[in-house]
């Protein structure tokens, strides 16, 4: 369960949006929704708690440490860094406790998942961006963590990268997980998340993605 | 036979080129990854404004204790600290961009240094201060250099991984951990303290180019961050060889002939380098 109180973010004295005061369920699927700078980003940022709030309070039913795996937009990556997809897809072990060859049975098997085996050693600046973007995820699932917040996770992606996807988000969804997708895309959203929370200016609103999103026109 | 002998020979005949040669390698192999991680982590000139913030501090030791290593060190720790923590309050309060705030910080402490030589009345060999000696490393100094690069390497392993995600991505390791900003302060601390100990082998200005000279060049010859490390290890301890020679035979001043060895490996890795060197063609970005 997450529960927001009073809830307003952004630069100090200016907050983006009318306090929110909302609550998700445990297990719930939800996408957030919005025009460009009105806060998407920021408030996955305030519930991951890698961002303070101006007002109001963000209340978990779980300690934070370990139990949050947070997608950033992958433009804040230095893709000129020295390091493989390997290398950075494993730092999603980061505070797990298993053996070497756990981990390399997992981290294969993630691999396979995201359609990245026989790509490990490739650096990160001979990457695409969807290569790039679905190592990203691929880091993610290693957190193995109860409430994911994942923002644009379709970005860069082709249509086979966004249809594994959606069909990870899914599988989390129906392992119990808290999955929050802020995401620009509403045809898909539509298609997939039940629940949306449309942040705007003067006031947010959770609904039905059906009551919020129309469907797309057919010519 | 006789080029060869002039390799190794000053070395073998003199004991303050072996002491020069012994120091000036271990804080090769303690710069380096230091270097490394300046560059990635896009800081590569605090390094530079380090060096002069560590100039009113050595300045002050001198003053009240002469040209005794430890004033010198621990006034030059206090000093390069202070600055690196001034900087970064300034920017975390105002907003203003660090480099900016280093900028404004490292002429304001280089002209402290200066004045406060020049209120003290004595006369410390401000060349000597800035460009250094490594011929006149003596037992004391090597002693502080082995300390300095023990712990600089240990500590580096027990903060690799941390640092290596910090640098690459902050947000991810935040959302996992608390140990970000505890590494990158026990970084800038190695940076000072090897700039420190540098200082006194070769000069203030001088170790600031052993530190970041060999790990610029090695961005031209790997994509791997442990082979990085390892190349710009190993240019600084050739710079350093190479430069002692010079200096022994030529008769030049040892800091800036290590120092302009390392420039010329630089430019030798710009130009032959296979990554993304002058002579090789760009890579393809994409795997496609």
């Avoid at chain 1, 942040?199 to 959770?206: A, D, N, Q, R, T």
């Avoid at chain 2, 896009?42 to 913030?53: F, K, T």
């Avoid at chain 2, 710079?239 to 030049?252: D, K, Q």
Wanted: hydrophobic share 50%.
């Amino acid at each position: 369960m997450i529960r927001c109180r009073n809830l307003t973010w952004g630069a100090p004295g200016q907050p983006l949006t009318q306090a929110l005061d909302v609550a998700l369920d445990k297990g719930s699927l939800t996408a957030v929704i919005g025009a460009n700078g009105c806060g998407k980003s920021s408030l996955l940022k305030v519930l991951a708690g890698l961002q303070k709030p101006l007002t109001g309070k963000v209340l978990l039913d779980v300690p934070r440490r370990g139990n949050v795996a947070f997608l950033p937009q992958q433009q804040f990556l230095d893709r000129q860094f020295p390091i493989s997809l390997q290398e950075l897809v494993a730092a999603g072990f980061w505070g797990k406790k298993q053996t070497a060859q756990q981990r390399s049975a997992r981290l294969e098997a993630v691999l396979q998942d995201w359609h990245l085996s026989g790509l490990q050693h490739r650096p990160l600046m001979a990457l695409s961006g969807g290569e790039l973007q679905r190592s990203l995820l691929a880091r993610l699932c290693l957190a193995d963590a109860p409430l994911l917040l994942l923002d644009e996770p379709h970005a860069a992606l082709d249509e086979l990268g966004q249809k594994l996807l959606w069909q990870h988000i899914q599988t989390w969804h129906t392992e119990g997980r808290t999955v929050i997708v802020v995401c620009h895309d509403l045809a898909a959203v539509r298609k997939h998340i039940s629940q949306t929370l449309l942040i705007k200016c003067s006031g947010s609103v959770l609904a039905p993605s059906s009551q919020l999103i129309k469907p797309p026109q057919v010519a | 036979m006789i080029i060869a002998s002039q390799l190794w020979q000053p070395f073998q005949e003199f004991v303050f080129m072996r002491r020069a040669l012994f120091g000036g390698l271990v804080l090769a192999c303690s710069t380096a990854p230091l270097g490394v991680f300046l560059i990635l982590r896009r800081m590569s000139l605090i390094g530079d404004a380090v060096a002069h913030g560590i100039l009113p501090g050595a300045a002050l030791g001198f003053w009240f204790a002469g040209l005794s290593l430890p004033a010198l060190t621990f006034g030059g720790l206090g000093a390069g600290l202070g600055m690196a923590g001034l900087a970064a309050w300034i920017t975390r309060r105002t907003g203003l961009r660090e480099d900016a705030s280093l900028a404004a910080i490292y002429p304001i402490s280089l002209a402290s240094g200066i004045l406060i030589l020049g209120i003290a009345g004595k006369r410390l060999d401000l060349l000597h201060l800035l460009f250094g000696s490594a011929l006149a490393v003596d037992s004391q100094t090597l002693t502080g250099m082995l300390w300095v690069t023990g712990f600089s390497v240990l500590l580096m392993a027990l903060i690799y991984r941390p640092l290596l995600l910090d640098t690459l991505d902050p947000l991810f390791l935040r959302s996992v951990s608390r140990v970000g900003p505890l590494a990158h302060g026990l970084f800038l601390t190695l940076v000072v303290l090897n700039l420190v100990i540098g200082f006194q082998a070769i000069g203030a200005l001088m170790v600031v180019g052993l530190m970041m000279l060999p790990a610029i060049a090695s961005r031209f010859w790997s994509r791997r961050l442990p082979v990085l490390i390892l190349i710009s290890a190993g240019i600084g301890c050739i710079s350093v060889w190479l430069g002692l020679l010079l200096s022994f035979h030529y008769s030049l001043p040892s800091g800036p002939a290590i120092v302009l060895m390392a420039g010329s490996m630089y430019l030798l890795s710009v130009i032959f380098g296979p990554v993304h060197g002058l002579l090789r063609r760009p890579p393809l970005l994409s795997s496609q």
